[in-house]
């Protein structure tokens, strides 16, 4: 199946933007691995980060096209702003998981307030570069066994 990682704004600098918080390893580093997992699955993974609410948006809409049977997306601070990403993703109706490196919940009261959570099948946060592999793995046992 096909897999689609979406990184928001930002995580671009991640190993170099404020490593206490979001850690050490670099987006590639973070893609190379979740690439590698996916291929020994037998799937397909595909990355896209942006800065612009718009191309995140053409690139959800185009996974639909695609026939992208999982999202997983880090919606970094779009997270907390962007009904448009939500609309986006209820509008294709593909199954995602939302995952942020750090635990929000544990941080500013602003970033408590998520537009994605209630559509998400899950959400992961707080195990930096893991909180991705983590969710990589939820994907795989959702592929692995048909939907009830
Ligand atoms: C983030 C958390 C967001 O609040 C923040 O705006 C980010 C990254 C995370 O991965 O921890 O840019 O999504």
Avoid: K, M
Avoid at 37 to 49: D, I, K, N, V
Avoid at 54 to 69: C, K, M, P
Avoid at 108 to 135: K, M
């Amino acid at each position: 199946a096909r897999i689609l990682v979406l990184h928001g704004p930002n995580l671009n600098l991640l190993g170099v933007r404020e490593p206490s918080v979001y850690g050490h390893e670099t987006l590639s580093d973070i893609n190379v691995s979740l690439q590698a997992r996916a291929q020994a699955a037998g799937h397909e993974l595909s990355w896209f980060q942006s800065n612009a609410e718009h191309e995140l948006i053409a690139r959800i809409h185009q996974a639909r096209d695609e026939g992208v049977a999982w999202i997983l997306i880090n919606p970094a601070a779009f997270t907390h702003t962007s009904i448009a990403i939500r609309d986006a993703l209820a509008g294709v109706s593909i199954p995602f998981i939302e995952i942020h490196l750090s635990n929000p919940h544990a941080r500013e009261a602003f970033r408590h307030h998520s537009y994605l959570s209630d559509l998400a099948t899950g959400v992961i946060c707080g195990f930096g570069g893991d909180s991705y592999r983590l969710a990589l793995e939820a994907t795989l046992l959702r592929l692995a066994v048909p939907a009830a």
